[in-house]
């Protein structure tokens, strides 16, 4: 039988979920704390508030932007700079030579670590009447009951809540479909599926060739993982377009390349818009760096507004360039990925992979070159899979996507991109939901109902206003 109902569950203990907590326990605590609030905090790993973003303890993995820009409350930007002045040399991290705490780039262990300790201060502040219970598990399935949602965790276990936050987060692109369970077998150790598991990097110091799937910022976490391991040979990137994640240069945004009153209503006015700025950075000898913080604080308008035919040629042939824009490579990272390029230790490939084959105490990778239709081979040592993520929910391979698909519970976006939710709430919109406002999304499910939902200040934004939300519901409930 499920143990006691619970005001809310959050499946996903991640950034998403915690920051989730956060806000909704900070809502509680400005309206005097007296309300009782109780939150289950369903999660896989070990600890809250990390998920694979902050679970890396390599320290060259930094958060890809400046501290300033990072804290949990945008009404307070100094919030997370303060909290790295009093706390960082406790988590064993000081700022390069030279830089202040607000433009340095923490490594994102430290930033996990920030959202955990702020999670235990909202709490502390809620008062008494709110609690927080940590559940380490893996939840498999959810169904509507009387009082809300079941939830079944993969040992057996039933919860019970009256709503629930679907914070999944990210769910690995497999980049599979050259390779079959077999030959995922046959490969064995030499082929490393998930790149921040430092195990599984053992001996290639050894090694001369590793060729990472992906030429993204998660090709570079590989890379640095590599090489703490000991691996001082060549890496070869192959991603379709052969695009590689640049380093960040920071910069003011260039002016009047969009207003935000009149907004273009189709991509190809945004295209054009765009074209006309760039032109104009040329003729001016500026840096190009100076366009996506100019276009991105209108994402969520210009996303809202576009159709979903679109929206899905967005998809197909924008989003590359966009994502490799706008996510850069930080101060350090950048200056090691210089370094690997000025060596010759890093090859760029562009292409598309065939197979991959065992081939004595090599891999055999067979590839073809962007626009050519020939085979051709490389012999590396290790592959390792940077992919990136799997955003479809009908190819997403875990059991509780699945159930909650098969129990309507959720639908797929209409630009094949997350669930459909409401994109100023997060509310999902779904025929299975038992009653509005029981069921939220909050994070990476809701790409294609607010496009830039996987990013901190995103997830931060919206996960505010899931929780307002909440706490209007929760209120209502209290009141009846």
Not at 27 to 56: C, F, M
Not at 81 to 96: D, F, S, V
Not at 111 to 137: F, I, K, M, T, W
Not at 341 to 359: F, M
């Amino acid at each position: 039988m499920p143990e006691q109902i619970s005001d809310l569950a959050i499946i996903g203990g991640g950034f998403a979920g915690a920051v989730t907590a956060i806000k909704l326990l900070r809502a509680v605590a400005a309206e005097g704390g007296q309300a009782p609030l109780s939150i289950r905090i369903i999660e896989s790993r070990a600890e809250v508030g990390r998920g694979i973003a902050y679970s890396t303890d390599n320290d060259e993995h930094i958060v890809n932007g400046p501290a300033q820009l990072f804290g949990l409350y945008p009404e307070r930007p100094a919030h997370l700079t303060e909290w790295l002045a009093a706390n960082a040399a406790r988590h064993g991290w000081t700022p390069p030579p030279g830089v202040d705490f607000a433009e340095a780039f923490p490594p994102r262990r430290v930033y996990g670590s920030y959202v955990q300790e702020e999670l235990a201060q909202a709490l502390r502040d809620a008062g008494p009447a709110a609690s927080v219970e940590y559940v380490h598990g893996r939840a498999l399935d959810l169904h509507t009951a009387g009082h809300g949602y079941d939830i079944t965790l993969e040992d057996g276990r039933r919860l019970a809540a009256s709503r629930v936050v679907l914070a999944l987060g990210l769910f690995r692109n497999a980049g599979e479909s050259f390779l079959s369970p077999a030959q995922r077998a046959a490969l064995g150790r030499r082929y490393i599926d998930d790149v921040w598991n430092a195990h599984a990097w053992k001996d290639v110091r050894h090694e001369q060739d590793i060729l990472i799937i992906g030429s993204s910022l998660t090709a570079l976490d590989a890379a640095f993982n590599a090489q703490r391991a000991g691996f001082g040979g060549r890496f070869h990137a192959l991603s379709r377009r052969g695009l590689l994640v640049q380093p960040r240069r920071q910069l003011a945004p260039w002016p009047d390349v969009l207003d935000g009153k009149r907004l273009p209503d189709t991509l190809r006015g945004l295209l054009q818009a765009t074209r006309a700025a760039r032109r104009a950075v040329k003729a001016a000898g500026a840096d190009w760096q100076q366009l996506p913080p100019a276009i991105r604080p209108h994402v969520p308008a210009l996303w809202d507004k576009a159709s979903n035919a679109d929206r899905k040629r967005f998809l197909r042939h924008i989003r590359p360039f966009w994502e490799i824009s706008l996510h850069r490579a930080g101060p350090e990272s950048g200056k090691q990925l210089d370094r690997l390029l000025a060596e010759g230790r890093l090859n760029r490939l562009a292409g598309r992979i065939r197979a991959l084959r065992p081939a004595g105490d090599k891999v055999a990778v067979d590839w073809s070159p962007r626009g050519e239709d020939g085979v051709r081979t490389l012999l590396v040592d290790r592959v390792a899979n940077a992919a990136g993520y799997e955003f479809d929910w009908l190819r997403i391979d875990d059991p509780l996507v699945r159930n909650l698909l098969a129990r309507k519970l959720v639908r797929p976006h209409a630009t094949g991109f997350g669930i459909d939710a409401d994109p100023a709430t997060g509310a999902v919109l779904a025929p299975g939901v038992s009653q509005p406002g029981s069921l939220f999304a909050v994070g990476h499910p809701l790409r294609g109902a607010v496009w830039e939902s996987n990013s901190i200040a995103e997830q931060v934004a919206g996960a505010g206003n899931t929780a307002l939300a909440l706490a209007v519901t929760l209120q209502a409930v209290e009141t009846l």
